[in-house]
């Protein structure tokens, strides 16, 4: 009902939007992941579409409930996700990095199950890098161009600002948003560093769900005004 009557800033927008961790085949029954629960990039999914957007989730593995009106697009890898970015990138205004992706896949997943020798001796796994999502959707020419509002986010262990405004820099992204630890994964509530061109501010801790709406309040500000 509060959704309902709140203003919509964002209607008529299309906002994508990227969460969770990615899963990285080792052989058909293990892989690489990670720890991220996706809350955040539900939450803000969920924020955009409050705030009118048509909004796309395309979410790695995990076990969360869609958001109301939002367009899902499950994906496993990285290079899955990349793929469903880029179909779904082409009239977005906003695309929003929150997912986890996995830095490294193995160079050549096993098509059977690996077993192990009994040797006892360390074992080594072959891998490559993984594309950068962000950094290739925000060097795409409607971003280059304006037209595509990009926003990454950073987990950093310490330094947050220093780190956060340096990754800014080499993502060349708009805002780049960091969580102000301690570690947030799995938690429902969270603080927010916003870096953008010009300098930085705090979303003071508060729900996920809160701060994804001060998030996309921030972002709507941001925006170009809609040519009609
Ligand atoms: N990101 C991405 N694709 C990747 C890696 C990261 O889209 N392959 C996005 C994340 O969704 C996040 C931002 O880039 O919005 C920063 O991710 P992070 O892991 O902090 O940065 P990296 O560039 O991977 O650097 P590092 O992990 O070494 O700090
Ligand atoms: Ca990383």
């Given at each position: 009902l509060l959704a309902f009557f709140?203003?919509?800033?964002?209607?008529g927008r299309k906002v994508l939007v990227t969460a969770g961790p990615t899963y990285e085949a080792i052989d058909p029954v293990r892989g690489i992941t990670n720890l991220s629960s996706g809350k955040m990039g539900f939450a803000i999914a969920r924020a955009a579409r409050e705030a009118g957007a048509d909004a796309t989730l395309v979410a790695g593995p995990v076990h969360l409930p869609t958001p109301r009106g939002v367009h899902r697009v499950n994906v496993q890898s990285a290079r899955d996700m990349l793929a469903a970015v880029e179909q779904h990138v082409q009239d977005a205004a906003v695309f929003i990095a929150t997912a986890a992706v996995a830095d490294w896949r193995p160079a050549a997943p096993a098509a059977h199950k690996i077993k192990k020798d009994g040797s006892g001796q360390p074992r080594t796994l072959d891998c490559v890098e993984n594309p950068d999502i962000l950094a290739a959707v925000a060097q795409s020419p409607r971003a280059l161009g304006g037209d595509l509002f990009c926003v990454g986010f950073a987990a950093e262990s310490h330094d947050l600002l220093a780190q956060a405004t340096a990754k800014r820099a080499r993502k060349q992204v708009a805002l780049l948003v960091g969580?102000?630890?301690?570690?947030?994964?799995?938690?429902?509530d969270n603080a927010l560093l916003l870096v953008d061109s010009r300098g930085h501010r705090e979303l003071p801790r508060a729900s996920k769900r809160v701060l994804a709406r001060q998030l996309m309040a921030e972002i709507a500000t941001r925006l170009p005004a809609l040519r009609s």
């Open positions: 709140a203003p919509k800033p964002l209607a969580n102000i630890g301690p570690a947030t994964f799995g938690q429902d």
